[in-house]
């Protein structure tokens, strides 16, 4: 198994930047593909950003393509996603997850796939 905190939400005014990190324990980090999904209120938990065990192969949902960037350093057992030109369309508590019903090159982007999440971490962008 392995457990995941999430870190770095918080409110930022609009057109500004947040990096959040997820942070893994238990087994190898490298084991598992990564996403991040996020939750707004009254809306369904949608996905982000996934990548592969290996860091070699990203999604990204059309909303977020140019402005989030997702990596992983397997070293440091985390993951992160930078987000840029935030807007307030962007507010939702963001989850990272992890599965290991990946192979080492496949992605993953549905939220029934993955098998280990974190609490979460709300980011409030205001105008």
């Known amino acids: 198994q392995v457990q995941l905190v999430e870190s770095g939400g918080g409110l930022v005014q609009a057109g500004g930047s947040l990096r959040l990190s997820c942070a893994a324990s238990?087994?190898?980090?490298?084991?598992?593909?990564m996403g991040w999904f996020r939750q707004a209120p009254g809306k369904e938990r949608e996905v982000v950003a996934a990548?592969?065990?290996?860091?070699?192969?990203?999604y990204y949902t059309d909303s977020v393509k140019g402005r989030f960037t997702l990596s992983r350093d397997n070293t440091r057992n985390t993951g992160y996603l930078q987000m840029s030109s935030l807007s307030l369309g962007d507010t939702a508590v963001y989850y990272c997850?992890?599965?290991?019903?990946?192979?080492?090159?496949?992605?993953?982007?549905?939220?029934?796939?993955?098998?280990?999440w974190g609490q979460g971490t709300q980011v409030t962008v205001s105008s």
């Open positions: 990548i592969t065990r290996n860091g070699g192969n990203i």
């Open positions: 997850a992890a599965t290991s019903r990946a192979p080492l090159g496949g992605l993953r982007i549905d939220s029934r796939d993955y098998d280990y």
């Open positions: 238990g087994r190898t980090f490298g084991l598992y593909a």
